[in-house]
């Protein structure tokens, strides 16, 4: 397994040692950490993309027009 080597200063020390103090390893930490960001990551740019999505004139109108169609269809 690759490993990753980082420098940390007083203020990421201090945040490791209150994240370990539950028995979890600097490492199990870090993985942790860098996960989470990944996940937080891939949560913004959905969230972009939905809030794109919802100002788009064309993807409102193509909306509008199913929900029409589907309220139409549901008559019969």
Same mark, same amino acid.
């Given at each position: 397994?690759?490993?990753?080597?980082?420098?940390?200063?007083?203020?990421?020390?201090?945040?490791?040692?209150?994240?370990?103090?539950?028995?979890?390893?600097?490492?199990?930490? $870090?993985?942790?950490?860098? =996960? /989470? +960001? !990944?996940?937080?990551?891939? *949560? @913004?740019?959905?969230?972009?993309?939905?809030?794109?999505?919802?100002?788009?004139?064309?993807?409102? $109108?193509?909306?509008?027009? =199913? /929900? +029409? !169609?589907?309220?139409?269809? *549901? @008559?019969?």
């Amino acid at each position: 397994m690759p490993s990753l080597t980082i420098r940390t200063d007083s203020e990421l020390e201090r945040a490791l040692s209150v994240l370990t103090s539950g028995g979890r390893s600097r490492s199990e930490v $870090a993985r942790a950490a860098i =996960l /989470a +960001a !990944e996940r937080e990551q891939r *949560r @913004a740019r959905m969230r972009a993309e939905a809030e794109a999505l919802r100002d788009d004139p064309e993807d409102i $109108a193509a909306s509008r027009q =199913l /929900a +029409a !169609e589907m309220d139409a269809a *549901r @008559a019969w």
